[in-house]
């Protein structure tokens, strides 16, 4: 089946300067309501990333290994399950199975809030949990992906994929924020309701959404799996920039796992400073999404995917040589702006060089690289912390991520694509 075709008067104008050319995939009602609810529940789920990282770290009396098996939970999760999430994406009606998967997540975060009011919270139950929620995740986010081109113009692809980006990161200016100041007013339960009661944003925007019908596939699980990872292979540009941004991810250490680390160790500062860090992040990822929102339909991808890299490398070596509170907030937001440029560069080279009922598929090649490949990062970075230090884990990781994007822009796909 085919998807239901958009009316001219529907079409954005693709000449329209300014902001509305940056925003102009809003103008698809459907879009719209998802881009909105997704915005609400993303501030929600920052603020249990922070709040939950900081109730680890108060359990187990400032552990870094302990993040990271928490993170190597919810890892293992999307290596078990990521893949098949995609081929249920590319099968089942995308919309029906988002609202199961948010439902899920929201009541997780409710019974962790329950657990933690209680005082009867530990550590092997928030591992229980995470893996349980990177299940959902493993679903969700194939599903989410791959909805997208469901609701948008494909000359409106690249602008709808670089909001939501500046929708999941962006709400990470905001979310550590409140979390921050939330732990300090309404404790760790408090964060995780607020993050539970969130989720009522995207289910209602997905109960009142009218999605058309895409097309789908009726091959088994593995069949439909064998044939997206042939698709990727023997594709000229997409197993470099899948690589590189693997390298990424797996190399760098994630900011759930740093920021609380640095915060109480090198910076020595308190729970609302280190929202602050986390939101620079944030700012710099709406920057990042915002350039690449306000660019035309389609740009060379592979030099902005480069950039990324080496700007992401620039700025991550800067953190890791400063113990200034400003210059450390300087630097992660740079360090956002180069996540974002190579991070939304790679999902749109996903989304626009293979074929629309594959979309589910590769989409959850991205889930496994960013909840997979970089949480399973984190448990050798937490104990390379706790040998040779935060300052000299990140130094090390910039290095290598470094070395790699100099091995990428030797390859003429990469720079011409």
């Given at each position: 089946?085919?998807?239901?075709?958009?009316?001219?008067?529907?079409?954005?104008?693709?000449?329209?300067?300014?902001?509305?050319?940056t925003f102009r995939a809003l103008r698809h009602r459907d879009f719209r309501l998802l881009w909105i609810g997704l915005a609400v529940s993303a501030v929600g789920t920052w603020m249990q990333i922070v709040a939950q990282s900081l109730l680890v770290l108060k359990i187990t009396h400032g552990s870094a290994f302990a993040l990271?098996?928490?993170?190597?939970?919810?890892?293992?999760?999307?290596?078990?399950?990521?893949?098949?999430?995609?081929?249920?994406?590319?099968?089942?009606?995308?919309?029906?199975?988002?609202?199961?998967?948010?439902?899920?997540?929201?009541?997780?975060?409710?019974?962790?809030?329950?657990?933690?009011?209680?005082?009867?919270?530990?550590?092997?139950?928030?591992?229980?949990?995470?893996?349980?929620?990177?299940?959902?995740?493993?679903?969700?986010?194939?599903?989410?992906?791959?909805?997208?081109?469901?609701?948008?113009?494909?000359?409106?692809?690249?602008?709808?994929?670089?909001?939501?980006?500046?929708?999941?990161?962006?709400?990470?200016?905001?979310?550590?924020?409140?979390?921050?100041?939330?732990?300090?007013?309404?404790?760790?339960?408090?964060?995780?309701?607020?993050?539970?009661?969130?989720?009522?944003?995207?289910?209602?925007?997905?109960?009142?959404?009218?999605?058309?019908?895409?097309?789908?596939?009726?091959?088994?699980?593995?069949?439909?799996?064998?044939?997206?990872?042939?698709?990727?292979?023997?594709?000229?540009?997409?197993?470099?920039?899948?690589?590189?941004?693997?390298?990424?991810?797996?190399?760098?250490?994630?900011?759930?796992?740093?920021?609380?680390?640095?915060?109480?160790?090198?910076?020595?500062?308190?729970?609302?400073?280190?929202?602050?860090?986390?939101?620079?992040?944030?700012?710099?990822?709406?920057?990042?999404?915002?350039?690449?929102?306000?660019?035309?339909?389609?740009?060379?991808?592979?030099?902005?995917?480069?950039?990324?890299?080496?700007?992401?490398?620039?700025?991550?070596?800067?953190?890791?040589?400063?113990?200034?509170?400003?210059?450390?907030?300087?630097?992660?937001?740079?360090?956002?702006?180069?996540?974002?440029?190579?991070?939304?560069?790679?999902?749109?080279?996903?989304?626009?060089?293979?074929?629309?009922?594959?979309?589910?598929?590769?989409?959850?090649?991205?889930?496994?690289?960013?909840?997979?490949?970089?949480?399973?990062?984190?448990?050798?970075?937490?104990?390379?912390?706790?040998?040779?230090?935060?300052?000299?884990?990140?130094?090390?990781?910039?290095?290598?991520?470094?070395?790699?994007?100099?091995?990428?822009?030797?390859?003429?796909?990469?720079?011409?694509?």
């Amino acid at each position: 089946m085919s998807v239901v075709p958009t009316t001219p008067a529907a079409q954005p104008n693709q000449q329209t300067p300014g902001v509305f050319k940056t925003f102009r995939a809003l103008r698809h009602r459907d879009f719209r309501l998802l881009w909105i609810g997704l915005a609400v529940s993303a501030v929600g789920t920052w603020m249990q990333i922070v709040a939950q990282s900081l109730l680890v770290l108060k359990i187990t009396h400032g552990s870094a290994f302990a993040l990271g098996t928490v993170s190597l939970a919810q890892a293992l999760a999307f290596f078990l399950f990521a893949l098949v999430g995609g081929s249920f994406a590319d099968r089942l009606d995308k919309r029906r199975l988002l609202l199961f998967t948010q439902t899920g997540s929201a009541t997780l975060a409710t019974l962790l809030g329950v657990l933690t009011l209680f005082g009867v919270i530990q550590l092997w139950m928030i591992l229980v949990l995470a893996f349980l929620n990177g299940t959902l995740l493993s679903f969700d986010q194939p599903a989410r992906g791959a909805l997208v081109p469901v609701l948008v113009p494909q000359e409106s692809l690249g602008n709808a994929i670089s909001l939501q980006a500046m929708t999941f990161n962006g709400a990470a200016t905001l979310g550590p924020a409140l979390a921050g100041f939330g732990v300090a007013t309404l404790g760790y339960a408090g964060n995780f309701f607020l993050n539970g009661a969130s989720f009522l944003g995207v289910l209602i925007a997905l109960y009142v959404m009218r999605v058309p019908k895409g097309p789908t596939h009726q091959l088994s699980a593995f069949q439909a799996i064998r044939d997206a990872l042939g698709t990727v292979r023997r594709d000229a540009v997409l197993p470099w920039v899948l690589s590189g941004y693997a390298a990424m991810l797996f190399l760098g250490p994630s900011s759930a796992l740093i920021l609380p680390v640095y915060a109480v160790k090198i910076l020595h500062i308190g729970p609302e400073r280190l929202g602050l860090l986390f939101s620079a992040a944030g700012v710099g990822t709406i920057l990042g999404a915002l350039f690449l929102a306000s660019l035309d339909s389609n740009p060379r991808r592979g030099p902005i995917f480069l950039a990324g890299i080496f700007i992401w490398v620039v700025a991550l070596t800067g953190f890791a040589i400063t113990a200034r509170f400003w210059i450390a907030m300087v630097a992660l937001l740079v360090f956002g702006v180069g996540q974002t440029l190579a991070g939304t560069t790679t999902i749109t080279l996903l989304q626009t060089r293979a074929p629309q009922q594959m979309r589910g598929r590769l989409m959850s090649l991205n889930t496994l690289l960013i909840m997979g490949i970089r949480p399973l990062g984190d448990f050798p970075a937490g104990a390379l912390i706790a040998g040779i230090g935060a300052p000299g884990t990140v130094l090390l990781s910039a290095s290598l991520v470094g070395i790699y994007g100099l091995g990428l822009a030797m390859r003429p796909a990469v720079r011409s694509t």
